[in-house]
């Protein structure tokens, strides 16, 4: 059976992320690094999954820190779009991260289509210095409602609700959008696998 290592470097910057998997890793007694604290510089995205761009950059990390990295891919794929924006979630939103933009893009693309579903995408990709590799995924299923709803989270909560839910993400709150979080449902995953070799 394999475990977390005791320190791991999370590969991004963005300080939300890094709390969100400190709170993860807190039974394992993992410490987190943020890819800030490190001088991290961060990857372009060239892959074309989740997969691929998950382990682009921990294997970016790894290269630079020689420590176990971890890093996260994640987004919105919504069917009536055949999976848009997917991995161009974050750049629907543009340079300057504007999401009502990007809901209203997502919004006006699906136009009359009856099919509203969508589903939260994140992949977690572990690299280890001596060349081992672990990726896991985890989903969440929901609906999409426009105009977008509620001051909570970030990106496209406000128009996602999670499947057997008529509120939206934005609307839940941590709280309430933890029990269906793709990130931690990755993160179960991933856990599960290291636990199984
Ligand atoms: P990443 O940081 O490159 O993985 O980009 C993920 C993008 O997907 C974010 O910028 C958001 O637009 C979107 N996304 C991922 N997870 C969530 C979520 O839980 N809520 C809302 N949007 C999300």
């Not at 629907?92 to 099919?115: C, L, S, Y």
């Not at 933890?178 to 179960?188: E, G, I, L, N, Q």
């Amino acid at each position: 059976m394999m475990s977390f290592p005791k320190k791991i470097v999370l590969a991004s910057h963005n300080a939300g992320k890094v709390a969100e998997f400190q709170t993860m890793f807190e039974p394992y007694d993992v410490k987190i690094i943020g890819a800030d604290v490190v001088g991290l510089p961060e990857p372009e995205e060239t892959e074309d999954t989740f997969e691929g761009n998950a382990l682009l950059k921990a294997r970016h990390a790894c290269e630079i820190t020689a420590m176990p990295c971890l890093a996260d891919d994640s987004g919105l794929s919504v069917t009536a779009l055949d999976g848009a924006p997917g991995i161009y979630s974050a750049r629907w939103a543009g340079p300057t991260k504007d999401f009502d933009m990007a809901m209203k893009k997502v919004w006006d693309g699906i136009g009359d289509k009856p099919d509203k579903t969508a589903r939260f995408v994140a992949v977690l990709a572990l690299v280890h210095p001596d060349g081992m590799e672990y990726v896991a995924r985890g989903e969440v299923n929901g609906n999409l409602c426009y105009p977008p709803r509620g001051g909570y989270g970030f990106g496209y909560d406000p128009i996602f609700m999670p499947e057997n839910e008529t509120q939206t993400f934005g609307e839940l709150g941590a709280e309430g959008k933890d029990k269906y979080s793709h990130r931690k449902r990755a993160f179960d995953n991933l856990e599960a696998l290291l636990k199984s070799i």
